[in-house]
């Protein structure tokens, strides 16, 4: 009986001893559960296959917002709309900006299409991309970030989350030198072509350009279409990357006129490095 009442009570002070987190999005829940091991519960807000742009939570998700004292935010637009409710629902909720010390750089524009779309948008994020993820320089900061909440918030642990911490930021520099050195065949065609421009910190950080069939949530039209694919022919674009998360209608027809896959794969992902390795192979017609 004794045994049973020890039993019980480690389970409940291991349960209790835990951080309940909130994060937005996938890639998030790894960096975090890399760093905060098994000191940390997840709950990941924008599931998968599920647009960051439009997402409305669950109410098992809604419960979670109840019972965490930490929301990791990383400036997706979903935050805009739900962080104020998740506040209001949870007054005693921390939100963390992971997205603190991060340069971002603009979202892409096409000279073409800016002047029209201008009018039209909605000046997401006020033009800078979200999508600071993408880039393994950006992530150690995103990591750094991480680590000084949790030691913040259970200092207790230090030692583990600095042990966690410097083997993730080994991976990190390791995926970084594995992505060089994919992309180091590539001479002078340095463009890749995609539906949505969320690898502007990708291209940005690998001396890459992107081009995009569809900028600021307009789908091209039919003479922009021509357009994209004769830039697309010029610079022997080897694919075109969609995401599950949008339409490719688009992208089939380019696709199909070069005679060129269209790969799928979301910035959203959970296994971050093996996606960056997949794209770099990918640009680099090694796949």
Do not use: C
């Not at 909440?149 to 042990?163: E, G, P, Q």
């Not at 992309?183 to 890459?208: C, E, I, Q």
């Amino acid at each position: 009986m004794h045994k049973f009442i020890l039993i019980f009570l480690l389970l409940t002070t291991y349960i209790f001893s835990n951080i309940n987190a909130i994060v937005s999005i996938a890639p998030e829940k790894t960096f975090l559960q890399a760093i905060g091991g098994d000191k940390v519960n997840i709950t990941v807000m924008v599931q998968a296959g599920n647009s960051p742009h439009t997402y409305e939570p669950k109410p098992s998700q809604m419960l979670a917002v109840t019972k965490a004292q930490l929301y990791f935010a990383i400036d997706v637009e979903f935050e805009q709309v739900w962080l104020p409710k998740f506040t209001n629902l949870n007054p005693h909720l921390e939100i963390i900006d992971l997205a603190a010390h991060v340069n971002k750089i603009p979202m892409l524009q096409h000279d073409e299409h800016t002047q029209e779309h201008r009018a039209h948008s909605h000046e997401e994020h006020h033009g800078k991309d979200p999508h600071i993820w993408t880039s393994p320089e950006n992530v150690k900061t995103i990591a750094q970030n991480i680590y000084e909440t949790l030691i913040k918030y259970d200092s207790a642990n230090t030692s583990y989350y600095k042990s966690n911490l410097d083997t993730f930021l080994a991976l990190i520099k390791h995926t970084d030198t594995q992505i060089k050195e994919i992309l180091s065949s590539l001479k002078d065609n340095r463009k890749f072509m995609v539906f949505h421009p969320s690898w502007g910190y990708f291209a940005h950080t690998y001396h890459l350009e992107q081009i995009a069939v569809e900028v600021e949530g307009k789908a091209p039209k039919p003479k922009e279409l021509v357009a994209l694919i004769k830039e697309a022919k010029k610079e022997k674009v080897k694919a075109i990357f969609t995401q599950p998360e949008f339409s490719d209608a688009s992208a089939k027809i380019i696709a199909s006129q070069l005679h060129i896959p269209v790969v799928k794969v979301s910035p959203l992902a959970e296994n971050w490095s093996d996606n960056l390795l997949f794209i770099a192979h990918t640009i680099a017609g090694k796949n």
